[in-house]
């Protein structure tokens, strides 16, 4: 009975890993830019019509790991914030807009709408 059961518990155990994981890579949790570390405030830069706010922020990985960029944008309007920006092995970042929607972080053009940039997906 025991010779069983033992096998029927690793298969189970290890659909319901598998499933977990799919459902967080699904949802972005996994690799999204949901949970990045929130790091030491740099600049804020104002879009031209101050309907957008784009907040760079410098992560210190510790003595091992290089310095990453992230990127807050904020609908002044409504106040809500999320990251369209995260760049790793970058300790600053020059942030110009380009029109009321565009901003440009080192070198990455995005449409602040529907637009994001994470290092890791490249």
């Known amino acids: 009975m025991k010779k069983i059961i033992f096998p029927i518990l690793a298969v189970l155990a290890l659909f319901v890993v598998v499933v977990v994981l799919f459902l967080l890579h699904g949802t972005g949790l996994l690799f999204g830019m949901v949970g990045l570390p929130q790091g030491e405030l740099l600049s804020e830069v104002d879009s031209p019509n101050g309907d957008w706010t784009v907040s760079i922020y410098q992560n210190n990985g510790g003595a091992t790991v290089d310095y990453a960029v992230r990127g807050e944008l904020t609908n002044r309007a409504t106040h809500q914030k999320k990251n369209i920006y995260w760049a790793y092995h970058e300790s600053s970042a020059v ?24 290092w890791r997906l490249e």
């Open 95 to 118: 942030v110009t807009w380009q029109d009321d929607n565009t901003v440009r972080i080192n070198d990455v053009v995005l449409d602040v709408r529907t637009q994001t940039y994470d």
